[in-house]
């Protein structure tokens, strides 16, 4: 069991509350990335010696480079086809209407991708989930689809330091009629979840849980989780291939917030394979995502 709850913790989450809220800029396309100690943009992951045409080739269509390729996948036409092919002809209008607000705002590379967000979507239906918590929530698409998957009375308590972001996409979740189904929790994600541990109906209580915050807690996270899941109930940890990075030679010049977190990310994906409480399965998806099932 992680005891991190301890002062010298809290003082150093307190003392990143402030960046939490206001991050630095995310970088425009083609950019080095700036860096938020929140969720660090996710960037385009393409291969070093094609990486420049990839780019021009976004220009010419049009859209976001870094925002467009969210995908581990090295071809950008690939991503592109699976994203004109299968997502955008199924994206809700909703969702279409919070990816484009999403896309205005300076964080945008934080967004949960299109296809991801299908994933989820289909992956909820498929373990007939109906209590479920998000942890990381930006602008809410990720917390949209949930919503949109699960059944009228489903439930999702969303945890996010950044209320502003929220309300960017609120408006939009309240005219897809799915208010009812969400609980904004506002604040730091470890607190808030060792205030639950202490309520005995959270225990063992839900049936899907997406962490998609910060890496660097992920293992904190871990042990917590693992008590308010049900058993058989699946846990999602995001951004679990890490931009590539993982694989990558030494001399490859990821920015600064990919090589800060990368350590975290190798910890975490060897705790979660060495974990008997749960059965694992990494898909490659968006920035990859680690589902989890709990078995004990
Ligand atoms: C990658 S974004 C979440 C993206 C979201 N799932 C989506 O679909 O757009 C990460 C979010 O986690 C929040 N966050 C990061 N660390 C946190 C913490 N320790 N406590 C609360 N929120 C945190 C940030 O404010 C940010 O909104």
Known sequence: MCTLTSLTNLVAWISRVQLLKDPPLAPKAGETAATTDCDPPKTVVVSHENGNAAHEQDKK?????????????????????????????RESPYQKELREITEKHPWNLMTTPPDEGQFLMLLLKL???????????YTGYSLLSTALALPDDGKIIAIDINRQNYELGAPVIEKAGLNHKIDFREG?????????????KYIDFFDFIF????????VNYHERLLKLVKVGGVIGYDNTLWNGSLVAPEDVPYPKYVRHYRPFVLELNQVLAADDRIEISQIPVGDGITLCRRIK
Request: aromatic share 6%; no cysteine; proline share 3%.
């Open 127 to 137: 373990i007939n989930a109906k209590n479920t918590m998000e942890l990381g929530v």
């Open 61 to 89: 269509k049009g859209r976001h480079a870094a925002v467009g390729h969210k995908s581990v996948l090295q071809s950008d036409a690939l991503y592109q086809y699976i994203l004109e092919t299968s997502v955008y002809p």
């Open 188 to 200: 730091l994600i470890l607190p808030q979840l060792d205030d639950m541990l202490l309520e005995e």
């Open 211 to 218: 962490v998609d915050a910060d890496k660097d807690n992920y």
